[in-house]
């Protein structure tokens, strides 16, 4: 299993951003993906996951501003980040699993992208 992210980068406050997650080795019809980021010098946070049958759940802080989505003929899952903050800089990762199991250091993770939102 891989998962590999893309999409990070430098964004200014208000800006939006897109991540991907390549994932291989499994098909999203059977699995469930969480995105999750780590801020410099913070432990890792949960964001979002979205189940294998495409409900999804979100991290209450982040106020509908990020919505998780998937292709399933591409094999890939999308973060689409909105309005973006400077609270909202660190490496964003995808994961199998859900925020439990993510969090626990359980299941795959992709090696992150990188997201910094500064003026």
């Known amino acids: 299993v891989q998962l590999v992210e893309s999409g990070g980068g430098l964004a200014q406050p208000g800006e939006s951003l897109r991540l991907s997650c390549v994932v291989s080795?499994?098909?999203?019809?059977?699995?469930?993906i969480s995105w999750a980021r780590q801020a410099p010098g913070k432990g890792l946070e949960w964001v979002s996951t979205i189940y294998s049958d495409g409900s999804v759940s979100n991290k209450d802080s982040i106020g509908g501003r990020f919505t998780i989505g998937r292709d399933i003929g591409m094999n890939t899952v999308y973060l689409r980040m909105n309005n973006l903050r400077p609270e909202d800089t660190g490496v964003y990762y995808c994961?199998?699993?859900?925020?439990?199991?993510?969090?626990?250091?359980?299941?795959?993770r992709g090696q992150g992208t990188q997201v910094t939102v500064s003026s």
């Open positions: 080795g499994l098909t999203l019809y059977t699995s469930t």
């Open positions: 994961a199998t699993g859900t925020a439990r199991t993510l969090l626990a250091g359980e299941g795959h």
